[in-house]
């Protein structure tokens, strides 16, 4: 029988190999911030990181600690506290390869690789400078107009993660993952080849024998692997469950403004020594 | 009314509600207070008539699809307003959320372009917001077009620029000349000073009207019911943005 329960968070990183195309979800989803510490801890590298369709702390740490080659991403926000440091200073350093994005092309490209189709179809985006700079993404005629030349519609290839890596509040034993109303992680678990979850708590009850629940649960099918992290998502907040820290995403923006102050702030990270707010010292 | 008897974040929240009106379903972006503010005002003058969605909130946002029902949402016509910003701006309303300088390494690299490219498309009024007017922000032409303000005429377009609000002014945006037209000036700034501040050329009428002010009824809201939902998303913002003093 399939066992996806993990016995570490760091057990479940290994299983992200180097230069995986990797999806990870924006700020206000879900993010697997434990899972990026052991990612980073075990020197990650070569990543293509797909974000749906941003990302913020997450991305800019495995930036800064080099395991990113690749990024495909609508944005990279930490939201009030600004732009991400290290991001921009990649940038600017070109040791980064951009897949500048659109929100909706990033879905739309996972939702082509879940129905097994090479692309889907979006208005808008014609005539921005995100388009010219995507030789991947090619403008074609509506098949279904009088003139299809005269319908010019973009197509977006399919993207086919290898892994998706998120955090959600609750599984169950058999690997079922509750979502709620959070979709985009269902759509990232249909694309992907692997899914790994961290979750705040693995229960024992059954997330599909209940309605209430079965309806926002990712199947079992669909997740590879499952790992236990209570304030899994710190320093970002896990939906409304538990706030951001914004006193650490605060001294993050600060310090990772310089390469000094980025790699003693990575360090405390990895080393335990940063220390969080009530909810990840309630999880120690 | 003195000028001094409402915050520099009120009148233009006052001013963007002013746009809004008739709409049906406004939603608001990350990192947009004041559009996030004018959004909640609006609903609560519409008396109900207007539904908001503010992105990075629970309770002011109805979505149950996950990050692609917004946009599914507009596709379908169900947004009629929206707010878009940038680090540049242009003449034509091209917006540069990327950067500035050479792509893809900018000399400024900023967060990115979001939803943008895709919905100046398709919301019928997009208003674009920049507290920050200077010809560094409004210049003639961007250094990137994260979503261009006009399309050729063989485009699908539903939607497309309205206007553009700063913290000097109000331009209402022709789309047959493809150019701003500056609408009213903000109490306490002139003429003069728009066109010195602004990178690119723009339309005005011979006598520029003044932004009204906010009246006692719309600073009352805001002081009350509207900065505790603003306080949800924006706690930094709903603690300095209102004026504490007497609404009259």
Redesign the interface.
């Known amino acids: 029988m399939n066992d996806p329960l993990m016995p570490s968070v760091a057990a479940l990183a290994a299983r992200i190999p180097d230069g995986a195309k990797l999806a990870v979800p924006?700020d206000?989803?879900g993010v697997a911030m434990a899972a990026t510490r052991a990612l980073v801890a075990r020197g990650a590298r070569d990543l293509h990181l797909v974000c749906?369709?941003?990302s913020g702390l997450q991305a800019d740490i495995l930036i800064g600690a080099g395991c990113v080659s690749t990024i495909e991403?609508?944005?990279?926000?930490l939201?009030?506290y600004g732009?991400g440091p290290r991001?921009?200073q990649a940038?600017?350093?070109?040791s980064l390869r951009?897949l500048?994005?659109?929100?909706?092309?990033l879905?739309a490209g996972l939702?082509a690789a879940e129905k097994g189709i090479p692309f889907m179809v979006?208005?808008?985006?014609?005539?921005?400078?995100?388009?010219a700079?995507r030789p991947d993404w090619l403008v074609i005629g509506n098949p279904f107009a009088a003139e299809p030349a005269?319908?010019?519609?973009v197509a977006l290839p399919a993207i086919h993660p290898d892994v998706a890596l998120f955090h959600a509040p609750l599984a169950d034993r058999a690997g079922n993952v509750w979502i709620g109303?959070?979709?985009?992680?269902?759509?990232m678990a249909h694309a992907a080849t692997l899914t790994l979850v961290t979750v705040e708590q693995v229960v024992d009850k059954d997330l599909l024998a209940d309605d209430a629940t079965a309806a926002g649960t990712i199947p079992a099918l669909y997740v590879s692997g499952v790992a236990e992290a209570p304030a899994g998502a710190w320093p970002l907040n896990l939906?409304?469950r538990y706030e951001a820290d914004g006193v650490t995403l605060a001294a993050y923006v600060q310090a990772a403004r310089s390469d000094a102050g980025f790699a003693d702030f990575l360090a405390r990270w990895l080393d335990g020594r940063l220390k969080g707010g009530a909810v990840a010292q309630a999880a120690e | 009314m003195s000028p001094a008897a409402y915050s520099r974040q009120e009148l233009l929240i006052a001013a963007v509600t002013r746009l809004l009106e008739g709409c049906r379903h406004v939603a608001v972006g990350a990192s947009s207070p004041i559009p996030g503010g004018a959004a909640l005002l609006g609903r609560a003058l519409s008396g109900g008539a207007m539904r908001v969605s503010v992105l990075g909130s629970t309770r002011n946002n109805f979505f149950t699809n996950g990050g692609v029902e917004l946009f599914d949402c507009a596709a379908q016509g169900r947004v009629d307003a929206f707010f878009l910003s940038g680090g540049q701006i242009d003449g034509q309303a091209n917006i540069n959320l990327v950067g500035t300088g050479p792509y893809p390494r900018s000399d400024v690299r900023w967060s990115g372009s979001f939803g943008s490219a895709y919905l100046y498309f398709l919301v019928p009024r997009v208003i674009l917001f920049r507290e920050e007017h200077s010809r560094r922000t409004l210049v003639e032409k961007v250094d990137f077009i994260s979503a261009p303000g006009v399309s050729a005429l063989n485009v699908w377009r539903r939607g497309g620029p309205q206007a553009l609000i700063t913290n000097l002014c109000l331009f209402a945006f022709d789309k047959a000349k493809g150019c701003f037209r500056l609408e009213s000036v903000h109490p306490g700034h002139t003429v003069e000073e728009v066109l010195d501040q602004t990178g690119f050329t723009f339309d005005r009428p011979g006598n520029v009207p003044e932004t009204p002010p906010p009246d006692a009824a719309a600073l009352a809201l805001m002081r009350g019911a509207i900065r505790a939902e603003i306080a949800e998303t924006y706690p930094r913002f709903a603690a300095t943005a209102f004026a504490a003093g007497e609404t009259a």
């Open positions: 924006a206000y989803s749906v369709p941003v991403t609508a944005g990279i926000t939201g009030e732009t991001f921009a940038v600017k350093a070109g951009l500048d994005a659109t929100c909706p092309a879905h939702q979006l208005r808008g985006i014609l005539g921005s400078d995100i388009l700079r005269d319908d010019p519609i109303r959070r979709r985009e992680l269902m759509t939906w409304d």
